[in-house]
């Protein structure tokens, strides 16, 4: 496999082209961001904590049947994965209230969320990741109803295999954000999971556990990371 040129560069990672066309890769850099990238710094380690972790729960989301880009490691910061043409929409689900649902409706933070929540939010952060409906998605052709439909169906059955995986491992799984894209047609599970992108709570503290600890200022960022990976027997 061979790495050809960057194609894009996000807040916290970097895709590069490859010499097959339906391959890129990823690189994780220690980059962190919050607030829509306003705040920006580098945390050691990281890169390497994420990818690691990213491919562990991936490789879970494929064997309990959800398809996902992820095809293998390549490294330490790297992993080769499928290029799908992404759909600019985040799949947001909740199963306690945490972060900007508290912020909009004012209800407690921790609150169980029965059933659990399913929201959308436009990828586009010159506009703060605006929230949207349903509807907004299939006018503006964002996705059609019928690719809505299956990332909807997709990001609970995410939930249901992942409550599961870090309950085990004496973690609520809060809330997280997931990406979808198209590969030959087909909807496929994007991006990254990892603790930047989701909100884990020690079940018996509540000590928070993944990026909140980053955009509240309450310090041991990487060492929270770690602590989960090694919970849940990630190999860093
Ligand atoms: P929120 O409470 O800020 O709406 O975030 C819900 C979940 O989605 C939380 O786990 C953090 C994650 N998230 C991202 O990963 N990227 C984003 O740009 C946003 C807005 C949320």
Not at 153 to 166: I, M, R
Request: proline share 3%; net charge negative; hydrophobic share 40%.
């Amino acid at each position: 496999m061979e790495k050809r040129e960057e194609l894009y560069r996000g807040k916290a990672k970097s895709v590069y082209k490859t010499d097959d066309a339906d391959r890129l890769i990823l690189l994780f850099r220690n980059d962190t961001s919050a607030f829509d990238g306003k705040r920006i710094e580098q945390l050691d380690r990281k890169g390497m904590v994420n990818n690691k972790f990213n491919a562990f729960i991936m490789q879970k989301l494929e064997e309990a049947g959800v398809p996902t880009q992820f095809d293998r490691l390549l490294g330490d910061n790297e992993a080769l994965v499928k290029k799908l043409e992404m759909i600019p929409v985040e799949c947001v689900v909740r199963n306690y209230a945490a972060g900007s649902l508290v912020k909009r409706l004012g209800v407690e933070e921790g609150l169980q969320l029965s059933p659990s929540t399913f929201e959308l939010f436009l990828k586009d952060d010159a506009k703060g990741d605006p929230f949207i409906n349903e509807s907004h998605v299939i006018a503006f052709g964002w996705a059609s109803a019928e690719n809505l439909a299956t990332m909807k169906a997709l990001s609970l059955k995410v939930n249901e295999v992942l409550s599961k995986l870090f309950d085990d491992a004496g973690l609520l799984l809060v809330d997280f954000k997931l990406e979808f894209g198209l590969f030959h047609g087909q909807i496929v599970l994007g991006d990254e999971f990892s603790p930047d992108g989701c909100r884990l709570w020690d079940k018996e503290t509540r000590k928070k556990m993944d990026k909140d600890r980053f955009r509240q200022g309450l310090g041991d960022v990487i060492e929270a990371y770690e602590e989960v990976a090694a919970r849940l027997g990630v190999p860093l």
